[in-house]
């Protein structure tokens, strides 16, 4: 069975936004890694048109070794586009979901392949409160935002976590790696 994965950025006052926080080439090789070692990555309509920015480092690289690695993993990734305003995707490996996230998910999981990846915040939100993730993976960096959106809010029940191991970075910046403990 898949693992569902929830990787994402944060700050540490619980900020969760793609342009805060500390991107370097450290990073951007261990998300390509991660990517790489994935099947499959859900987004959110927010969180996808954001990323496709990616998409002009494909058509245009940047000469920087880490971000082009990170556009071409990214491309190359299959995406599920949980949206109810995006009539088509725009990108040759992203389609939209044709049913609600609980059974897309459950239907992934039960699936033989790479593991899944979460990659926005509001599809994290509602796999938590389903339960439905079976690994954290939040990078913090090192800064206080002071405005925007909380990674936790909106959840229904206390959850307890096991941590799996740590990984830190040049910048400051810090993944912790946590498994929920469901009794």
């Not at 540490?12 to 370097?24: E, K, N, S, V």
């Not at 990078?139 to 002071?146: K, L, N, R, V």
Request: neutral net charge; hydrophobic residues 40%.
């Amino acid at each position: 069975m898949r693992k569902v994965i929830a990787a994402i950025n944060m700050t540490i006052d619980g900020i969760c936004d793609h342009t805060a926080g500390i991107p370097d080439e450290d990073l951007h090789q261990h998300y390509t890694k991660l990517l790489d070692n994935s099947g499959v990555i859900l987004y959110g309509r927010i969180t996808y048109q954001l990323m496709q920015f990616w998409q002009t480092l494909i058509m245009n690289p940047s000469g920087q070794k880490s971000l082009d690695g990170f556009a071409v993993a990214i491309d190359k990734i299959p995406k599920i586009i949980f949206s109810h305003s995006l009539k088509n995707t725009e990108w040759e490996s992203a389609t939209l979901a044709t049913k609600d996230i609980e059974k897309e998910v459950f239907e992934l999981k039960q699936q033989s392949g790479k593991d899944i990846l979460v990659g926005s915040r509001s599809l994290i939100i509602q796999l938590i409160n389903l339960n439905l993730i079976d690994e954290f993976q939040i990078c913090i960096h090192p800064m206080i935002e002071g405005k925007g959106l909380p990674l936790f809010d909106k959840i229904k029940d206390r959850t307890v976590f096991r941590l799996l191991k740590t990984k830190t970075f040049g910048s400051g910046a810090i993944v912790l790696y946590y498994e929920p403990i469901r009794s």
